[in-house]
């Protein structure tokens, strides 16, 4: 059975500085779909970024990216320039290639921003 | 994308008794999910329905004590039966959609509270 773990609970940063966030998984199939969702106070789930497995090529979206290490099975987000409102918990989340659907999440890193 | 709504977004039960969850999309999408995230907890996918079809349930969830209605291709219900304590959750729903690129977007969810 395919797992997430994320082993931070909790991280702290402050604004303007640089913050990466862990994430491992464990999975026998080739072909799948790595994510990091933000879940703010408010509790709506928010896609941060996406990555192939099949794709080499780190995802980077603005100030988010992702370093994707295959072979290891890792998958951390790196938060650039931190703003307050990035504070939230943010989720890491693994999908078989057939359906992204069927997400199976990580127990998730708090992350505070302090000003 | 797609812009998701849950009803209701909150509501209190007393334990025995049902709740019916809405959630409604604004534009077509063959498969919608249902998620349910345990207080401090994680999110662990209870179903995927399907329009046209039964739901497809995940272990440790049933169709008896969450049935799920897809009628048409925006729209789908989770009712959470016989509730105890225990259903004291966020439940969110999410859509899929297809294309060049998949991406997946979540409800605002609905936070349930038993007493």
């Known amino acids: 059975a395919q797992t997430v773990t994320q082993s931070q609970p909790e991280m702290s940063v402050q604004e303007a500085e640089t913050v990466t966030l862990s994430c491992t998984y464990d999975?026998?199939?080739?072909?799948?779909?790595l994510f990091w969702y933000k879940q703010p106070p408010s509790r709506q789930m928010i896609l941060v970024i996406r990555q192939e497995a099949y794709k080499q090529q780190n995802a980077t979206e603005n100030r988010f990216s992702v370093n994707f290490q295959k072979a290891a099975k890792s998958f951390s987000l790196k938060i650039s320039d931190s703003q307050l409102g990035d504070a939230a918990m943010y989720f890491c989340a693994y999908a078989p290639g057939e359906s992204q659907g069927n997400l199976i999440f990580g127990k998730g890193t708090k992350l505070s921003v302090k000003p | 994308s797609a812009v998701i709504s849950q009803k209701p977004s909150r509501d209190i039960c007393q334990r025995g008794t049902s709740l019916t969850i809405q959630c409604q999309v604004d534009s077509q999408v063959t498969m919608m999910f249902w998620y349910r995230q345990q207080p401090g907890q994680s999110l662990t996918l209870i179903a995927t329905?399907?329009?046209?079809?039964?739901?497809?349930?995940e272990s440790g969830f049933v169709i008896d004590k969450f049935p799920i209605s897809r009628p048409n291709l925006t729209f789908s219900t989770l009712t959470v039966s016989n509730m105890s304590p225990e259903d004291s959750s966020i439940y969110l729903c999410s859509v899929e959609t297809s294309g060049a690129s998949y991406e997946q977007y979540f409800g605002p969810g609905t936070r349930l509270t038993v007493t």
């Open positions: 999975t026998s199939e080739s072909d799948y779909y």
């Open positions: 329905a399907n329009q046209g079809s039964e739901a497809t349930y």
